[in-house]
Nanobody, 130 residues
Framework: QVQLVESGGGLVQAGGSLRLSCTAS????????MGWFRRAPGKEREFVAA????????GYADSVKGRFTISRDNARKAVYLRMNTLKPEDPADYYC???????????????????????WGQGTQVTVSS
């Protein structure tokens, strides 16, 4: 089992940047594919970005492609979401999620479906002022 704690949210002006962090406790972090999701008020949770176990492969929602970058540091048991050029449509609660994988599974696959993830953090709020 793994516990996830997000941090780094806050208020930023449109066009600005934030970096979200998610730190994990528990077993071997490199056995988990990781993802970021968000939920805006009144909207469904949506996929933002995902990264494979090794960090070699990443995927993004079209709405954030070119602006957001997901990365991970397996030694620090952390995953990050760098958000640049924030827009008025980006405010939401951002959640990181972990998908446990067998040690022999592919280290290059990332996952974009929320239902594929096993563990979730409590979320961190991002607000963008215009």
């Amino acid at each position: 089992q793994v516990q996830l704690v997000e941090s780094g949210g806050g208020l930023v002006q449109a066009g600005g940047s934030l970096r979200l962090s998610c730190t994990a406790s528990g077993r071997t972090f490199s056995n988990y594919a990781m993802g970021w999701f968000r939920r805006a008020p009144g909207k469904e949770r949506e996929f933002v970005a995902a990264i494979s176990r090794s960090g070699a492969n990443t995927g993004y929602a079209d709405s954030v492609k070119g602006r957001f970058t997901i990365s991970r540091d397996n030694a620090r048991k952390a995953v990050y979401l760098r958000m640049n050029t924030l827009k008025p449509e980006d405010p939401a609660d951002y959640y990181c999620a972990a998908k446990g994988l067998p040690y022999f599974s592919s280290s290059s696959t990332y996952y974009t479906g929320a239902s594929e993830y096993d563990y979730w953090g409590q979320g961190t709020q991002v607000t963008v002022s215009s």
